[in-house]
Structure formats: structure tokens, C-alpha cells
């Protein structure tokens, strides 16, 4: 079964008309049509997404919709998922609950939760509702095999398409396609490197897509990764943003949970509020013991906090005593041994410290020291190192 893909821009396209945005100015006028999909026999097509509900889908066909967006079945039973506006309902922000336990930053796995924090209406479950009428029949229950293509709004909530892989409408045979890409992000340039690591395809509009065909593989990406950057650079959300369409992700948080504090209790809510709800949280300081067992991609945020953590741990901030130095010492050389040995993928957040002024304190100057150096070990056994600054991603290559 053959599919065009007429348009893959937003609902106004992109550039938006008459948009003064940087990203709209950098394209020509028509550069992405409205996104649209045709399929179906001579005579017959389907376009999607739908002009309304049950309108323009022949007999054989079965729609049914839900929090995925709307899933349209074939005659010959192909399965195609449009999870992107108008079928792709829109929602608040998630909430989630306080930490059950104290050695949790976010309670207990939240595996299965719904990404938008509503009763979860998964593909293989049963719809919310379906679309009324002929000449379309309705399915009341769409489960079944892995779909055959999705076209996703990877922009929106990138987490989507992660979480469609973990319950396996996504499969490695699916062929996934962005579509309503607009002036959300950038650059053209900017959106093929997020779709490189999202596992999503960026065609041109008027591209073909054989479903017969074997969807393109995922290719393959940096084992360990390391993010550096100052105060609000954005180098957390580039971290988040590199496992997004992961199906399982361990967040490992290493600092404290605000307890006490208010201002880095709203810090730490930021943080777990703009999580999938679906990715598993830790709090904890053994990043050695967790980068040799874990077989689950990691991301840690961050390794300015953990060095902090260590040094309470040893007692080593007065600096007389070098029993507490050599421990830090000790704990920084275990863990560059365990990121050496990772299995899994791994991202790692940490300060750049060597940038700002010299600390006033013999303390600061000594965690400067142990965090620089650690920041040095770590990039020489790293496939990927980047500097973030103001949002703006910088490579720092060998």
C-alpha cells in the first residue's frame, strides 16, 4: 500500500504567513504545505487527516479515536495512526503526585501512567470515542498488531512517540513521519538533528511511502553523552530532549528534593513536571553502582549535585582533612571507571566551572577543582560532548 504525503507543515504551513519569527524568516513562502495524507484506492482516496468526523472514509474502512489521535484500519488491514492535530487532543500539564518514599525523587514507577496525566486511553485499549457514522464503520476497540505508519506531531510531545514504542504500537517495522512541522523549532536544520534522535522520519511534502517496504532503521547513537553548561544555559532540557522518544528512560536525580526550601522545591517541580510521567525517576548518589547494573538508556542531572552530595557524604568541605579528600578522590575515580564500563545509554548533565570567576572560599575553589577535573575524565571516555549555551547547542569535538 502506497501513501502520499502532500504536506507536512503545520495548519498554516511553514513559514506562517505574515509570521515574524526567526524560524519563518529563514524559509521560503510555501516551503511545507499544510500536513495531509492520501491513501486508498483510484476513486476512493482517504485523506488525513479527516475534514470531519466520519466525513471522506469509504466502506471497509474502521476509524477510532483517543488520546493517541485517530486510528484509521484498511480493508486489507493495514493500521495507520494520525497522532497530530485536529486528531491529537490537546492537554494540561501533567500532574504528579508527592514522593511516596524518601530515596525516590518522584515516588514509585510511574510505567504505567498516562503521559497527559488523564484516564489512560491507549490504542490497545479502548478508544474515548469514536466517530459517529457511515460510511465509515466505527471500531469500539482498536487493539491488534504494531501499526504500520504513524504520523506523529514529534514537536508537540516528542514523549508520544516514547510512549507508543513502550506499549508497542510502535514497532521496528512502523514507518514514523513528523508531520505539522512548523515554527516551533528553529530550523530545518535543527529538526532533522531532533529527528535523528527521536527514530522519526522528515520527508519533503509529495513524498511516497511504500508500506510494503521495510521502515528505515533506527540509527545508531552515542553510548555516553555529556552536556555541559552555566546556570539556565538549557542544558537540561537537551537532555531530556535526546531521550524523549525513548521507550523506557531512568531519570537519576542526584540532588536533594527541596525539602525546606522553597525556592529549589519549586526547581525540582519544574524539572519533574516537564518529565514524561512514563520514564522512572531515582534519587540517589551511587551513579557508579547504577551505571554498571542499568540496562534501561540513564539520564543523570546532574554532576554538579552529585559532587556536592559526595563531599557531604566524605566531609570533606573544611579541606584540612585529607581522609575526606582522598575519599571524593576515590568516589570520582569509581565513578569514571563505571562510565567507562555503561552498557546502556547514558546522558549526563553537569556545570562548566571554568568560566566564572575564582571562588572566594577555599571550599568552592576545591569544588571547582574536583568538578573540572571530574567534567575532563568523563568527556575523554564520552562518544559526544557539547557545550550548551543560551539554548544554543555547541559540539565540542575531538
Known sequence: MKVLISGTGGTAGWPVQGCGCASCSRLSPGHRRPAEAVLGEPGRPVRLPLPGPGVGVPPGYLVSTGQDGLLLTTPHGHRILYAAPPHLPSFPVPVRPEPAEPSRADGDRTGDAPLNGSPPTPLNGSPTEPLPGPPGPVSDSPSGPACDLVLVDVLDRPELLGDLRRRGVVAERTHV???????????????????????????PDGTVLDLGEPAPARPPLPRRTLLLGGTRSGKSAEAEVRLAAEPEVRYVATGPSGDGDAEWGRRVR?????????????????????LRTSRTPMLVDGLGTWVAAVFDECDAWSGGDEGGRDAVAARCDELVAAWRQARSRVVAVSDEVGLGVVPATSSGRMFRDVLGRLNQRLAAESEEVALVVAGRLLPLPL
Open 270 to 290: 519544574a524539572h519533574r513536571e516537564r518529565r514524561p510521567a512514563h520514564w522512572e525517576t531515582v534519587e540517589t548518589t551511587d551513579l557508579a553502582g547504577l
Open 177 to 203: 513521519v513528523a508531520v505539522h512541522v512548523d515554527h516551533r523549532v528553529p530550523s530545518e536544520d535543527e529538526l532533522a538533528r531532533r529527528a535523528l534522535l527521536w527514530g522519526v522520519r522528515v520527508v
